[in-house]
């Protein structure tokens, strides 16, 4: 079946260390998107990518870095710098320009 | 500067009537809209969506209405049942963005039996 997986569903994090966020889709997307959900603020976007080696900051991208290698990949770094990393994170897929996303089942972050 | 905006946080409404939900865009660029449904701790999933070339879409218990005047579109579920207890976002996305959507805060329905 195809689909698009992120991992670990649950992380927790030391302040000070950055952490990766897997995200894995073998729907043959060309585009790839990180989204953050807090509280009332809906979905925001960090980071998003059309095509492979290629990627733009969304409205949220400071204290993250990405890349994408492959594909089927599109990991996401909380580096340090992020001051509030607490949150659920999204990751999603689209042939691009279609409008519609595949998202995962998310991952939720807790710095202790 | 939120270019989708759901203005209502929270919706509460008796099973078997309609829930209608509310959104407002910014952007005259945005030509296609969609609805997503979320439950706690899980990914968004596709509900339904309409291009700007039409005002009305429908599936099933569900209805999209788009007024580009106004730039507010909403989405009619009815009959509402308990199971469509959850939050639902508004996205949307411009042709020339190559497919980015811009989501709303979301709001949380909740259906009383």
């Known amino acids: 079946d195809g689909g698009i997986t992120q991992s670990p569903k649950y992380l927790f994090r030391k302040e000070g260390q950055n952490v990766t966020l897997s995200c894995e889709q073998n729907?043959?997307?060309?585009?790839m998107y990180w989204y953050r959900q807090d509280p009332g603020q809906g979905l925001r976007l960090i980071y998003y990518?059309?095509?492979?080696?290629?990627?733009q900051k969304g409205d949220i991208a400071e204290g993250y870095s990405v890349s994408r290698e492959k594909k089927e990949s599109f990991p996401l770094t909380v580096t340090s710098a992020q001051k509030n990393p607490t949150a659920f994170y999204l990751c999603?897929?689209?042939?691009?320009?279609?409008?519609?996303?595949?998202f995962g089942s998310g991952t939720r972050l807790t710095v202790v | 500067d939120q270019q989708v905006k759901q203005n209502s946080p929270s919706l509460s409404v008796q099973e078997g009537r309609i829930s209608i939900l509310n959104c407002d865009y910014t952007?005259?660029?945005?030509?296609?809209f969609l609805w997503y449904k979320k439950y706690p701790a899980e990914g968004p999933t596709f509900l339904i969506s309409?291009?700007?070339?039409?005002d009305k879409n429908e599936d099933g218990r569900f209805t999209v209405f788009l007024n580009k005047s106004a730039k507010h579109l909403s989405l009619h579920i009815v009959p509402s049942q308990p199971g469509d207890s959850a939050v639902y976002f508004c996205?949307?996305?411009?042709?020339?963005?190559?497919?980015?959507?811009?989501f709303g805060q979301g709001t949380e329905l909740s259906v009383k039996p």
């Open positions: 309409i291009s700007s070339i039409k």
């Open positions: 990518s059309q095509i492979v080696n290629d990627f």
């Open positions: 996205a949307a996305s411009a042709g020339n963005q190559g497919g980015k959507l811009i």
């Open positions: 999603a897929s689209s042939i691009v320009a279609s409008g519609g996303y595949t």
């Open positions: 729907l043959n997307h060309d585009a």
């Open positions: 952007n005259s660029m945005f030509d296609y």
